[in-house]
């Protein structure tokens, strides 16, 4: 098996995600959009991954290589792959599937709980009634046509949402790391401004093991679930 992941930016890799799919027998290759934009064949690929970054899915004029990608996560849906998108990631499988991206009415940056949403469907992933999750986004997506409607959270109507029986879509980060964490915040801390839905970067920072412990459990739920293991 064989998993694959576009990566925006140096300081967003897979988090948890990479432990797992080890653990599981798959074999991981990438393309680093920032150097290259050079994609694998998809026969070649059971699984895609797709993860966050600081640019808009509406930056084709600054970021040329997003209509390139576009087209690769369309054609990786279309033929039936298992396909997780990430912040970034998520937004790119709305924009894909003819949906608008657009600013969120706030900056949603930190660890802030999002809400199930209930759906009466054993096909769709469910998430538990309330979890405290990582976020670092300030853009939002409409629904796809036919998708189902995850999560929300205070700040975002729109936290994810799954399509058919293979692809879901996560406005937040459940492959969050302590390693990682401090790198986002590194990277981005001029976004660390005071506002109701951006914790400083010592509250990001301030995270116990089992924060990370529990949000990564869950991100290897889904891993399982996209991938069929029993």
């Known amino acids: ?74 054609e990786a849906i279309k033929s039936g792959k298992a396909v997780l998108g990430i912040c970034l990631g998520a937004q790119l499988i709305a924009s894909v599937m003819g949906a608008r991206v657009y600013k969120n009415p706030v900056k ?18 469910c998430f538990p009634e309330s979890l405290k999750v990582f976020h670092w986004h300030g853009e939002t997506f409409d629904l796809p046509v036919g998708a189902t409607r995850l999560a929300a959270s205070a700040a975002c ?30 990277n981005c801390r001029e976004e660390l401004v005071p506002s109701a839905y951006i914790q400083t970067d010592d509250e990001i920072l301030s995270a116990g093991p089992e924060t990370y412990k529990l949000i990564n459990h869950f991100m290897d739920n889904i891993l399982f679930f996209l991938s069929g293991f029993k």
């Open 1 to 74: 098996m064989r998993a694959h992941y576009l990566q925006h930016v140096p300081f967003e890799g897979i988090g948890s995600i990479e432990s797992w799919l080890k653990i599981n027998g798959y074999e991981i290759t990438n393309t680093r959009l920032f150097e290259v934009a050079e994609f694998p064949s998809l026969k070649d690929i059971d699984l895609l991954v797709i993860m966050g970054g600081p640019m808009s899915v509406n930056d084709e004029d600054k970021y040329p290589w997003l209509v390139h990608e576009k087209k690769f996560i369309y």
């Open 108 to 125: 949603e940056i930190g660890w802030f709980p999002v809400c199930r949403i209930p759906v009466n469907d054993k096909s769709v992933f």
């Open 157 to 186: 109507k729109n936290q994810g949402f799954q399509l058919g029986k293979k692809v879901i879509a996560l406005q937040f980060h459940l492959e969050t790391t302590p390693e990682s964490a401090w790198s986002i915040v590194h």
